[in-house]
C-alpha cells in the first residue's frame, strides 16, 4: 500500500534579505526529515519553539518549497504536480492552526467560512448546496446546524476550533496537518477536540500529523513520535515504546520538565532544571544539536553530528542513546 | 486572622460593559500569610488575573473594584494612586505572562531595574546600578555586567522572563503578584524559571500568588491552591491534598481531564462537557451548574457559600455538605 504521505530526505529553508553590506542567504529550518503515514494513523511531531516543527507541517503541504528532499502525497511527487491541479488536490491535505480565532474571517458566517474551500474544490455548486455541505461539516465536528449564521466573535475558543476542523473536512481530506490545534484551548476544551480528532481517525481513516510542544497531549493521540530539535528529528519511536522508554537525552529531558498534576512528583523535580539554552538556529553548533545542554555530553558530540541511526521500528540521533 | 500579610474579603470586580455590567470576580475572600506561596488556578474568564490586576490598581477604565483588600494593615483598593504607587514598587511586585511587552524597549535592562531602588528605596545611581548587575547575576543571566546594558530585545524569551523577576523581586517585595509567568516559555525553560521562582521566594521571603491555568506549574511551586471558576472560589486547600483529594466537581472534571505522561492511557481522554462562561458572575447559582453532571435543583438557584471541609481547606458545593 502507498503511504498517505511521505517525506524523503525534506529540507525546508527561508531566504534571508541582503543588507547593503551582506548578501542575501538561505537559513536552513528544517533539515532531511522522513517518515511515511498510512491512513488512519497519527504522528506527533513534538519540540520546543524554534525547532521547525511548523515549518515542517507547512512544507508538508507546499505551502513553503522544499529546499530539497520530496514531499510525496499518496506516491506522487508535490513538485511534479503543476499549480492548478495542485490546487484541486489540496482538498486532499488540510491545515489546522493555533489560534482558531485568528484563523477564520471576522466577517463571514460560520458557513461561509466552513464552505468556502468548495468554491476551488468543487466549483459552480449553487448556494444551497453549499450551505447544506456546511451545516453537514459542522456535524462532523458536533456543532448544530444554527452556528452555520453566526460569526467568529460570537463562538468560545473550542467552538472556533471545530469550525476550523470542519472547514478543514469540507472538502473529504485524506490527512490533516493539526499545527498546535489545542496549546490555545482550557484544559477542559483540550480533551474534547482532541477527543473529537480521535473520533474523525476512526470514522473517515483520517491520518494526523499533530504538530504540538505539549508531550502529554502527544501521548493521547499519537501512534508514533518524532521528537525535533533545531530543525533535525533527534528521536523517531513507537508512542508506547517512547512513552516507557525515551532513547536521546533530549526527549528525556523534555519528558521531565512536562509538570503533571502531582505534587509529590513535582516536589521531587523541583530544583533541578536542565541549565542552559538551546543554540540559535542561526548559528547551530558542528556537533550535536543537544551537546551544550546534554549531561552525558562527551567531546565527540560537540564536534560530530550523530546520524539518525534506525534499531527495528525506533530511530535515534545520539552518540551514546540511552537503551 | 491577624497574622495574615494580605487578607482578601469579598473582592468583586466588574466591568462596565455596553450589553450591562459584566461580573468578573465574585465575592471572593483569602488569606495569604507572610512567605506563602499560593496556586490560583482557572481557565479563562475565571478572573484569576483580575484578581491581581484590582490589587495592583491595573483594572481596565471600565473596571471598579469592591470589597476589601488588607496588605500589611492598608486596605489596597481605598488607597489614593499616590498612596498605592508608594507600596507598588517597594512591597508589592508584579510579573506578567509577556515579558516583551512589560519591559520598556529603549532602556536599558539595567536602567530599568534600578529605576525601582532609586526611586523607591532611595539608592544613588551608583549603588543602583550595581545592586541591578548583582541581581541579574543573580537569576542568572550570563556576564551580568555586560549584559546589564544591553536592552529587552537582545534577551531570548526565557532571559527577559528572569529578568523581569530580578526586576520584581530587587525591591525586596513582601507579596509577588505573578500572572502567568511562565505560559509563554518553553517547558525546559519554564522548569528553571519555576525552579528560580521558588528558590527567591524562600531567599527573599517573599510570599507569592501565583496566576496559572496549568496545575502541574502549582503542583511543582505552591502550598496552598485556589481553584477558581465564574469568578468565584470552587475549593481551595493545600497542594498536597487538593491534588489527590479533589472535592468539587469542577476541580475533579479538570484534574480528570488534564493529560498525565505517568497515567495509564484510556482510548480517549476525559472531558468536562460544556464551555466556560466569562463575566457571568453575579448571577444566582452556582457558576458550574450548567456544566455539572451532579447537579441538582438547588445549584441554579442558590449560590453555595464556600464553607470549611478538612484541615484547611474550604469548599463550594451543595453537595459537599451532604456527601463529603
Known amino acids: 500500500m502507498t503511504a498517505l504521505i511521505e517525506a524523503r530526505r525534506l529540507s525546508v529553508g527561508y531566504p534571508i534579505p541582503g543588507g547593503l553590506l551582506s548578501r542575501p542567504r538561505h537559513l536552513p529550518v528544517v533539515h532531511d526529515i522522513s517518515f511515511t503515514l498510512d491512513a488512519g494513523q497519527v504522528l506527533g511531531i513534538v519540540g520546543e519553539s524554534g525547532c521547525g516543527k511548523s515549518t515542517l507541517g507547512r512544507a508538508l503541504l507546499r505551502l513553503i518549497p522544499a529546499s530539497a528532499g520530496q514531499v510525496l502525497w499518496q506516491g506522487q511527487d508535490l513538485a511534479d504536480i503543476d499549480a492548478n491541479t495542485l490546487r484541486r488536490r489540496r482538498a486532499e491535505v488540510q491545515i489546522i492552526f493555533q489560534d482558531p480565532v485568528a484563523a477564520l474571517d471576522p466577517r463571514m458566517t460560520v458557513a461561509r467560512s466552513v464552505s468556502r474551500p468548495l468554491a476551488t474544490f468543487e466549483p459552480g455548486l449553487a448556494r444551497d448546496a453549499l450551505h447544506d455541505r456546511a451545516v453537514q461539516a459542522l456535524g462532523l465536528v458536533g456543532l448544530a446546524p444554527e ?63 499533530f504538530i504540538s510542544h505539549n508531550l502529554a497531549v502527544v501521548r493521547q493521540i499519537s501512534d508514533r513520535v518524532m521528537v525535533m530539535c533545531l530543525g533535525r528529528t533527534v528521536e523517531m519511536a513507537p508512542r508506547d515504546a517512547f512513552y516507557a522508554g525515551p532513547q536521546h537525552p533530549y526527549s528525556r529531558a523534555l519528558m521531565a520538565a512536562v509538570p503533571e498534576p502531582d505534587p509529590a512528583t513535582e516536589r521531587a523535580r523541583l530544583g533541578h532544571a536542565l541549565p542552559g539554552e538551546l543554540p540559535s538556529i542561526l548559528t547551530p553548533p558542528p ?37 | 486572622m491577624t497574622d495574615s500579610l494580605l487578607s482578601i474579603r469579598d473582592l468583586s470586580v466588574r466591568f462596565a460593559l455596553p450589553q450591562g455590567v459584566g461580573v468578573a470576580v465574585d465575592r471572593v475572600s483569602f488569606d495569604l500569610a507572610p512567605g506563602e506561596v499560593l496556586g490560583i488556578v482557572g481557565e479563562s474568564g475565571s478572573g484569576k488575573s483580575q484578581i491581581l490586576f484590582a490589587l495592583m490598581g491595573l483594572l481596565a477604565a471600565n473596571g471598579r473594584p469592591a470589597g476589601q483588600a488588607l496588605f500589611d494593615g492598608q486596605d489596597l483598593l481605598a488607597l489614593s494612586p499616590r498612596a498605592l504607587d508608594q507600596v507598588r514598587g517597594a512591597s508589592l511586585s508584579m510579573i506578567f505572562q509577556d515579558p516583551m511587552t512589560s519591559l520598556n524597549p529603549y532602556a536599558r535592562v539595567g536602567d530599568q531595574l534600578a529605576e525601582g531602588l532609586r526611586v523607591h528605596k532611595g539608592f544613588s545611581r551608583r549603588d543602583a546600578w550595581d545592586a541591578a548587575v548583582a541581581m541579574l547575576d543573580r ?149 458550574f451548574a450548567p456544566r455539572c453532571a451532579r447537579r441538582i435543583d438547588r445549584c441554579l438557584t442558590e449560590t453555595p457559600a464556600l464553607r470549611p471541609a478538612g484541615p484547611a481547606a474550604r469548599v463550594a458545593c451543595h453537595l459537599a455538605e451532604v456527601a463529603p
Open chain 2, 139 to 287: 537569576v542568572r543571566i550570563p556576564d551580568a555586567a555586560a549584559r546589564a546594558r544591553h536592552y529587552p530585545h537582545q534577551f531570548s524569551g526565557g532571559m527577559r522572563q528572569r529578568v523581569m523577576i530580578a526586576m520584581a523581586l530587587l525591591v525586596r517585595p513582601k507579596l509577588l503578584l505573578a500572572d502567568e509567568p511562565t505560559t509563554a516559555l518553553d517547558v525546559t525553560v519554564q522548569a528553571q524559571v519555576i525552579d528560580l521562582m521558588a528558590e527567591l521566594a524562600a531567599e527573599t521571603g517573599a510570599a507569592t500568588i501565583f496566576v496559572t491555568h496549568d496545575l502541574g506549574v502549582v503542583a511543582r511551586l505552591c502550598d496552598r491552591v485556589i481553584v477558581l471558576y465564574g469568578g468565584r472560589i470552587m475549593e481551595e486547600g493545600p497542594a498536597a491534598t487538593l491534588f489527590t483529594t479533589p472535592r468539587h466537581p469542577y476541580s475533579i472534571g479538570l484534574l480528570a481531564a488534564t493529560p498525565r505522561m505517568a497515567a495509564p492511557l484510556a482510548p480517549r481522554m476525559t472531558t468536562v462537557p460544556g464551555t466556560p462562561r466569562s463575566g457571568a458572575g453575579g448571577k444566582p447559582g452556582c457558576p
Open chain 1, 147 to 209: 452556528f452555520a449564521g453566526r460569526y467568529p466573535h460570537e463562538l468560545s475558543g473550542g467552538q472556533a476550533q471545530r469550525v476550523g476542523i470542519a472547514r478543514a473536512l469540507i472538502g473529504g481530506p485524506k490527512l490533516i496537518v493539526c499545527d498546535e490545534p489545542v496549546s490555545a484551548l482550557d484544559v477542559s476544551i483540550q480533551a474534547q477536540v482532541v477527543n473529537l480528532l480521535l473520533d474523525l481517525r476512526d470514522r473517515l481513516g483520517l491520518g494526523l500529523v
Open chain 1, 287 to 323: 556537533g550535536c544539536v543537544f551537546a551544550g545542554r546534554c549531561p552525558k555530553a562527551q567531546s565527540l558530540c560537540h564536534q560530530t553530528r550523530p546520524d539518525l541511526i534506525a534499531t527495528g521500528p525506533r530511530a535515534v540521533a545520539c552518540h551514546d542513546p540511552d537503551r
